[in-house]
């Protein structure tokens, strides 16, 4: 296979998702043409970062395919919790469970 013919490797986007720019521009093309359509249909922005480090390039490629102004795309929506949970209850069993014995963690 001469070097003309050689395929190019998939441009990784996000990296914590394996989200490829392939498709990116395939679910955009495909109807997904707002970011949180795009977000549920691929995986983009959801990952460990969150989309730190993914977001402006998704960005980029939706406003080049879409042929619009970043600005107009937006960026997605951040959510909070429905209701706060104590920071305790991310810890290893063992040591919730010590906290509950203890009344030190509360349940509403």
């Known amino acids: 296979m001469s ?3 050689a395929k190019k ?4 986007v996000c990296k914590c998702n394996d989200v490829t720019e392939e498709e990116i ?6 109807g997904f043409d707002d970011i949180e359509s795009l977000k549920r249909a691929t995986g983009v922005t ?3 970062c969150q ?3 993914c977001i402006y390039v998704v960005l980029g490629i939706m406003a080049k395919i879409l042929n619009k102004n970043i600005d107009e795309i937006g960026l ?6 429905l209701q706060p949970v104590p920071l305790g209850v991310f810890a290893p069993p063992e040591v919730l469970m010590e906290k509950i014995e203890k009344g030190k963690v509360k349940f509403s």
């Open 3 to 5: 070097k003309k013919q």
């Open 9 to 12: 490797p998939p441009r990784i």
């Open 25 to 30: 521009i395939k679910a955009i093309k495909a």
């Open 46 to 48: 959801t990952g460990y």
């Open 51 to 53: 989309g730190k480090t």
């Open 76 to 81: 997605p929506r951040t959510r909070v919790p």
